[in-house]
């Protein structure tokens, strides 16, 4: 079966530091990949998405870049963190050609002080 | 431009009753329509999903229906259950987009003993 894993759980940064957060998916293999951000009370927002090794796709200009350095690893970075970009964020994947559910993990809540 | 809409923030619904959450959408190229549930600090579950080509789709409890002329989308919960209360997001895919999914803002659905 697939898991998808996602650390950390929860980070505290002040404005200005560096970002990096880390999403690894098993048990399958050449996933679409995306990061999403849920600000409080909103929706689902989706950042960035992968269709393979290298390959990333920017869905808002913004101060956040991702990377997939391995196939089944998407990493979001970001090199000073602004107080905007609190939130939940979550990584999906998706079997590519195979329906369009995505499947998420548990979600990195990202408070920047 | 909000392509996808949940216009009720929150429903609240006795257990064993029926809970129905509405969707809105504005883009005739969405081909595909999901619904996630999501409960606090966790990442969203699939719950269940139509193709534009069905009216209706069920599983167990739940019942998706959509209604192309209207734009219109529909998730049925029978009976309601205490453990159903979560956040629920309806979410699309244009036929033009590959695999990615725009999210409605989310309805809170609270089941009440």
């Known amino acids: 079966s697939q898991t998808i894993h996602q650390w950390p759980a929860t980070l505290v940064q002040p404005v200005g530091s560096p970002l990096s957060l880390e999403c690894t998916v098993e048990g399958t293999s050449n996933p679409n990949l995306y990061w999403y951000r849920q600000a409080a009370g909103r929706g689902l927002q989706l950042l960035f998405y992968?269709?393979?090794?290298?390959?990333i796709s920017s869905e808002v200009p913004q101060n956040l870049s991702a990377s997939r350095p391995q196939d089944r690893q998407f990493i979001l970075s970001s090199k000073k963190l602004l107080l905007s970009d609190s939130g939940f964020y979550l990584c999906?994947?998706?079997?590519?050609?195979?329906?369009?559910?995505?499947?998420f993990g548990p979600g990195t809540r990202l408070t920047v002080t | 431009d909000q392509q996808v809409k949940q216009n009720s923030p929150s429903l609240s619904v006795q257990e064993g009753r029926i809970s129905i959450l509405n969707c809105d959408y504005t883009?005739?190229?969405?081909?595909?329509f999901l619904w996630y549930k999501k409960y606090p600090a966790e990442g969203p579950t699939f719950l269940i999903s139509i193709s534009s080509i069905k009216d209706k789709n069920e599983d167990g409890r739940f019942t998706v229906f959509l209604n192309k002329s209207a734009k219109h989308l529909s998730l049925h919960i029978v009976p309601s259950q205490p453990g159903d209360s979560a956040v629920y997001f309806c979410?699309?895919?244009?036929?033009?987009?590959?695999?990615?999914?725009?999210f409605g803002q989310g309805t809170e659905l609270s089941v009440k003993p």
């Open positions: 979410a699309a895919r244009g036929s033009n987009q590959g695999g990615k999914l725009i």
């Open positions: 883009n005739s190229m969405f081909d595909y």
């Open positions: 992968s269709v393979g090794i290298g390959q």
């Open positions: 999906a994947w998706r079997r590519p050609f195979r329906g369009y559910e995505q499947y």
